[in-house]
C-alpha cells in the first residue's frame, strides 16, 4: 500500500487551493506594480492612491450609515410590523457624520487647492529635485542646496522655494523635470547629479525654464557641469560654491520674470542682488545677459544715465552683443545724441546686418540727424522683408514730408492706412501733407479720421485748427487750439497758433497773451517772441515790440525778418538811423529781400535823402514789379527833388497795379496841384474821398479841393 497521495486526491488539492494561490500572486503582482508606478510617478500615484482611500471610506460611512434591517418581529392582532432600523446602531449617527464630511472634504480640499494654485500662479516658483550621488546622507547636496536657495530668496515674496522630494535622471531628462514643473505651476526646475571618480568629482547641473518668457538668456538647459577634487566634496566647499552659483542663477532669473512681467523696479533689485554674490554667470548664461537686462529695466524707468552706465559693462563683457548696441543706441537717441546713436546702430547692422529692427531704429536716426535719403534707404530696406508693416510707411512718409516731396508722403502714409486703417497717426501725418500741398479739405477729413480713431490726439486739434486758419475759419480754428490745451496744457505751439487766429482777427491784446504763454512754456521759441513783437507794433506799443525782437535775436541772430521788424519799430519812434542799421543787416542775411529795400527808402525819404531813398525804391521794384507801394514811394521821391513828371510816371504805375491805393492818388493829386493842373489834381482828390476812411488823407484832400474852389 503506497503513502503517496493518488493523482485524483492531488487534483482535489489543486482545485481546493488554486483560488488563494492565484490570489496571492496577483496580489503580490499589483503590490509590485503599484511601487514601480509610484516610483515613476509619486505624485499621481499618490493621488491614486488617496482617492481609492476616500472611496473606500465613503463607501464604508454609507453602508454603515444608511444601512437598513427590519425591526425585530411585533405581532398583534390585525397586522404584522415593516419597520426597518439601522443596522449599526452603534454606529449609525458617527457613520453619518463621517459621509457627509468625506462628502464636503473634496469640496473644501478643492477650493484649498485651487486658493493654493492661484498663490502660485501669483509667485516665482523655483522646483528643485534630488541632486544623486554617492553618499547623499553625508554629502547632502540637496538639503544645502535648499537651504541656501530658501535662505537667499527669503526677502522677496512673491517667490518660493519647492523641493519635489525625488531625482530626476539623466536618462528621464528635461521632459520629466518639465512635466514635474507644469504639475506644480513652477517657473523652473533645478535638477542634476554628481559622481565621484577616484580622485575627481563631476556634477551636471540643469536648468528648465518653464515660465511664459521663452527667450531666457540661459546657456545651462542642456547642461552645466563642474569639475572638481574629492577633497572639496568632502570639506563641502563643493556644495557652498554649487549653492552659491544656483542661487545666483535662480535669482537673476526670477528677476527675469519680474522683467517679463513689466516690474522693472523689481527686476532691477533682483540683478543688483545678484551682482552682490559676486559669482559670473558665465557658462550658464548669455556672456553679458544681466548687465544687458538690467540696463534695458534702467531704460524704462527713465535712468537713462544708469542704462548706458550697463549696457557699456554688458558690451565690455560681450563685445558681439548686438542687441546691446541697438539698446543704448535707443538710450542715445532718446538723449538727442544721435551721432552716438548712429553709430551704436551701425554697430548692431554690422553683427547681424539683415535684422530688421537695428536698420529701422537706424533708419529712424538718420532721419533725426537730417540724413533723409539714408532714413528713406533703411525704410525701404526693412518694407523688402516686411512689406505690411504700417509704422515703417508712416515713418518713411514723415522722411518724404520733410523732403518737401508731400505727394510721396501721401502715398507712404496711404499704404500705412492700407494696413492699419485706425492708425490715428498715419491719418494726421497723412492730414499734414495734405495741408502742406494746400489741399485743407483733404487735411480737415484725415484729421476728422485721426481724433475718431484717437479722441485725446492733442497735435491733431493744433493742426486742424491750423486748417482752419487757413481757410479763414478763425472761430473753429481757435475752438480747436482750446481743445488742444484742455487736452496739454503744456503744448506752446498751440498758445502760439492761437495768438496768431487772434491776431488775424485783430484781437492783439489775446494775441500777446497766448504767445507769452508760448514763450513762458518755450523761453528758446523765437517765433513766440517775433509775433508778440508784431502784434505789440500794430497796436502802437513800438518799445514793447523792439523789446521783443531784442529777445528774439538773440535767440537768432542770422534772422533777417526780425531785423526788418524792429528797423520799422525804430522808424515808428523816428530812430531812423537804427531803423536803417537794421534793414542793413537784414539785407546782409537776405540781399534779395524786397520788403527791406522799400522800407529802408521811406527812411531815407524821411531822413531827406531822397537819391538814396530813389535807389533803394528802385531796387525793391526790380524784385518785386508788382510792388505799388515802391512804385509810390519813388514817386514820393521824384515829387520831393521837383521831378514832378517823373513823380507822376509812378504813382500811374502804382494806380495801374492797385487801382484802389488812396495814397497814391492824393500824391499825384499835390503833384498835378504843383504842376497847376487843377482837373486832374480834383479827380484825384474826390478819388480819395471815395476810397479812403483815413482822416488824414481825407482832411488833405477836402482841404485841397476847397483850394481849388471846389466843393469836397
Known sequence: MSDSPEPTELLDRLKHWWQPVAFFIGAVTAVVQFLKLWRGDRATMTWVTAALAWLALVALSGYVAFWRVPSPVLRSKRRRSKRRIPAYPRWHRFALAAFVLLLLFPASAGYALYQQGQELREKVVVLVADFTGPEPENYRVTELLLVELKQSLAKYNDTVVIALGQPITEQEGSEVAREAGRRRQADMVLWGWYAKTGSDVLVTMHVENLGESKDLPLRCEEGYQLYTGVPELDSFQLQDHLSAELCTLTLFLTGMTRYEAGDYEEAIRRFSDTLTYGVSLEGMTVPGALHFYRGTAYYFQNERELAIADFDEALRINPKMASAYNNRGVVYADLSEYELALADFMDAVQLVPQYAEFIYNRGRTYSALGQYEQAIADFTEVLRSDQQNAEVYINRGVVYAHMGEHAQAISDFTEALRFAPQDATAHYNRGVAYANLGEYDQALADYEKALEFNPHYAEAYNNRGIAYAARGEYEWAIADYEEALRLNPQDYL????????????????????????????????????????LAYYRIGEYEQAIADFDESLELNSQDATTYYNRGLAYCRLAEYDRGIADFNEALRLNPDYADVYNDRGNAYYSLNQYEQAIEDYTTAIQLNPQAAKAYNGRGAAYSALGEYEQAIVSYNVALRLDPKYATAYSNRGLVYVALGQQDPAVADFRRVLELSDDPALRQVAEEQLMELGVEP
Open 494 to 533: 498751440a498758445y502760439y497758433n492761437r495768438g496768431n487766429a487772434y491776431s488775424s482777427q485783430g484781437k492783439y491784446e489775446l494775441a500777446i497773451a497766448d504767445y507769452g504763454e508760448a514763450a513762458r512754456l518755450n523761453p528758446q521759441y523765437v517765433m513766440a517772441y517775433n509775433s508778440r513783437g
